[in-house]
């Protein structure tokens, strides 16, 4: 079993930076796949970014690269997802998951899910 927990949302401005955590505990490997999703109200869940939990790969939503980036801390068993030049719509709760290697892109693929962490943008 793996748990998850979000942390570090809030209430920003348009063009504010935040970096969300996911903290795990359980029995996670090398290669297990660690995301974060997101959901806007009214929305389906959406793919940010993912990372294998060695640290080799790290894979992102097209329309994001460039403005979020994922990583992690072996040490703490934490995954971060640092949000720069947020933009009302990304306005959504962000939620981490886990699975054990293979494809990452559905939330369908994965295993386990934290609670959430909401992020609202105002313009």
Known sequence: QVQLVESGGGLVQ????LRVSCAASGRIF???VM???????GKEREFVAALTWDGWRTYYAD???????ISRDNTKNTVYLQMNSLK????????????RGG?????SDYEYWGQGTQVTVSS
């Open 88 to 99: 009302p719509e990304d306005t959504a709760v962000y939620y981490c998951s886990a699975k």
């Open 30 to 32: 090398s290669n297990y």
């Open 103 to 107: 494809s990452y892109r559905l939330p």
């Open 63 to 69: 329309s994001l690269k460039g403005r979020f980036a």
């Open 14 to 17: 348009a063009g504010d930076s």
């Open 35 to 41: 995301g974060w999703f997101r959901q806007a109200p």
